[in-house]
């Protein structure tokens, strides 16, 4: 089985992630890891942290001469914030220069943090609930894509939609896959007038002290048919994507496929038509409103999939809140935040696709090594060309 866990802190020494299952023999590049960081910290809108902070993963397990061995493998991202803290967050010592959080901030995880771990201040509880944690995921993300793409399997995103603004025609794979290739990042839509409009709406943001949220779209393409399964509700595919997907930080929602206009349309609308080409002997559908995934199985089209993302908690014009110390109305408390992180969230998305997908993987076609994988998918393969 493919698992993960990520430990570390927003300000601590270190990220840590580590991960159990993947085959030996698949290549590993820590620059392509590293590429996958750098694009995690990328947009229009992104704050101060980003300018302090220049991610590098370090292998420290599980790999040797550029590829994995089958052994655990432990990944280190060190925060260079971590000296600006270390006084504040010692791992022992006194805590006289402890920096309280004293003022929870609505949609924020501070106060049913303090409440249920039964703390004085929301500190370690926003320590924890940060989005740095998700540098961690981003690089188990990387290792999951180079597994993935020894089967010819790609996973890209590209942001749907900033505050009110959102693109209103399908995007190809073909023009998400040009905008990967692009040495610098706006807010990662492939329509450059949208683009202009989606940036106007951050701008006003920044202008009123204020933040954005939007929607990003990750696609999947080059995945065989039958990952997942029907038969159990924690077997299924879009379950789990769904699963993976709202776990990032202040995705509220997921879609997959065209699941809000077919939520408003008719059946004869909304499913896709299945046809057949003799000469290939494949099935083929007439289009892809089911977003990849049919009764929990991915069914050979590209896997896509939508989080709706909320406005980040932490605003520079705080809302109403109540000190945790007095109980007095109070407003929430303020710490270095980012406007706008629809782009960035898109590559968090890619990496959690990227992960189910190779455990779904895994699950099926198994192997200690990546030839025994190979060959497992190889013979599947057959068998579904001689359906």
């Keep these: 089985m493919f698992r993960f866990e990520t430990?570390?802190?927003?300000?601590?020494?270190?990220?840590?992630?580590?991960?159990?299952?993947?085959p030996a023999g698949i290549p590993l590049s820590l620059e392509r890891i590293n590429h996958e960081l750098w694009r995690r910290?990328?947009?229009?809108?992104?704050?101060?942290?980003?300018?302090?902070?220049?991610d590098r993963a370090e292998i420290v397990a599980g790999m040797r001469h550029g590829a994995t061995i089958g052994s655990p493998i432990a990944i280190i991202i060190r925060n260079a914030d971590w000296k600006n803290w270390t006084e504040s967050l010692p791992v022992e010592g006194s805590d006289a220069h402890h920096k309280p959080v004293e003022r929870p901030r609505p949609g924020?995880?501070?106060?049913?943090?303090v409440i249920k771990y039964n703390l004085p201040d929301a500190r370690y509880i926003l320590e924890r609930a940060s989005a740095r944690e998700t540098a961690a995921r981003v690089a188990v993300g990387a290792i999951a894509k180079a597994f993935l793409a020894e089967f010819g399997c790609s996973v890209l995103s590209h942001v749907v939609a900033v505050g009110r603004y959102q693109m209103q025609r399908p995007v190809a794979w073909d023009e998400i896959e040009a905008l990967s290739l692009k040495p610098d990042v706006l807010l990662g839509c492939v329509d450059a007038q949208e683009e202009a409009r989606m940036k106007e709406v951050v701008d006003e943001a920044y202008r009123t002290g204020d933040t954005v949220g939007g929607v990003f779209e990750v696609v999947a393409r080059g995945v065989p048919v039958g990952l997942g399964s029907h038969i159990a509700w924690d077997a299924r595919l879009?379950?789990?994507?769904?699963?993976?997907i709202v776990s990032i930080q202040a995705v509220k929602g997921v879609a997959i496929?065209?699941?809000?206009?077919?939520?408003s349309d008719f059946g004869s609308k909304v499913q896709d038509t299945i046809h057949?080409?003799?000469?290939?002997r494949e099935f083929f559908r007439g289009d892809n409103r089911a977003g990849g995934v049919e009764g929990g199985m991915s069914n050979g089209q590209e896997i896509r999939a939508r989080g709706f993302l909320k406005p980040i908690s932490t605003l520079r014009r705080p809302l109403e809140s109540v000190d945790l110390v007095t109980r007095d109305p109070a407003l929430a408390a303020y710490e270095r935040s980012d406007i706008c992180v629809v782009p960035a969230a898109?590559?968090?998305?890619?990496?959690?696709?990227?992960?189910?997908?190779?455990?779904?993987?895994?699950e099926k076609f198994g192997?200690?090594?990546?030839?025994?994988?190979?060959?497992n998918y190889t013979g599947y393969l057959e068998q579904v060309r001689n359906y």
């Design 367 to 375: 192997g200690d090594s990546l030839g025994e994988t190979k060959r």
């Design 7 to 22: 430990a570390g802190e927003s300000h601590g020494e270190c990220l840590v992630a580590t991960l159990t299952g993947l």
């Design 41 to 54: 910290q990328q947009g229009f809108g992104r704050g101060g942290r980003m300018k302090i902070e220049t």
């Design 108 to 113: 924020h995880a501070d106060l049913a943090g």
């Design 346 to 362: 898109g590559v968090i998305g890619e990496a959690m696709v990227a992960i189910v997908l190779a455990q779904a993987f895994l």
């Design 257 to 263: 496929g065209a699941a809000e206009e077919g939520s």
């Design 276 to 280: 057949y080409r003799k000469p290939e």
């Design 238 to 244: 879009d379950g789990k994507l769904a699963q993976a």
